[in-house]
Nanobody, 125 residues
Framework: QVALVESGGRLVQAGGSLRLSCAGS????????VGWFRQGSGKEREFVAA????????YYQDSVKGRFTISRDNAQNTVFLQMNSLRLEDTAVYYC??????????????????WGQGTQVTVSS
């Protein structure tokens, strides 16, 4: 099992940047694929980005490609989401999720087993 804690969300102006962190527990965090998801008010939870256990594979939702970067530091048991050129539509609660490592990195919410509590990102004009 793994416990996840997100941090880094706050109010930011459009065009600005934020870095979210997802801290995982345990000594085997490297054996988990990790995804970031977000849920805006009144919207479905949607996939944002995902990274393989070793960090060599990354995937992004089309709307964030070129603006967001997912990375991980397994020595720190942490996955990061660097968000640049933020837009109003990026406003949401951002969640990280983990799944024990598989050949295919999951990109749908129902494939993940462990979830953090979420961190609020608000982009203002």
């Amino acid at each position: 099992q793994v416990a996840l804690v997100e941090s880094g969300g706050r109010l930011v102006q459009a065009g600005g940047s934020l870095r979210l962190s997802c801290a995982g527990s345990g000594d085997l965090f490297r054996l988990y694929n990790v995804g970031w998801f977000r849920q805006g008010s009144g919207k479905e939870r949607e996939f944002v980005a995902a990274i393989s256990g070793g960090g060599g594979l990354t995937y992004y939702q089309d709307s964030v490609k070129g603006r967001f970067t997912i990375s991980r530091d397994n020595a720190q048991n942490t996955v990061f989401l660097q968000m640049n050129s933020l837009r109003l539509e990026d406003t949401a609660v951002y969640y990280c999720a983990a799944k024990s490592i598989r050949a295919v990195v999951p990109r749908t919410a129902d494939e993940y087993d462990y979830w953090g509590q979420g961190t609020q990102v608000t982009v203002s004009s």
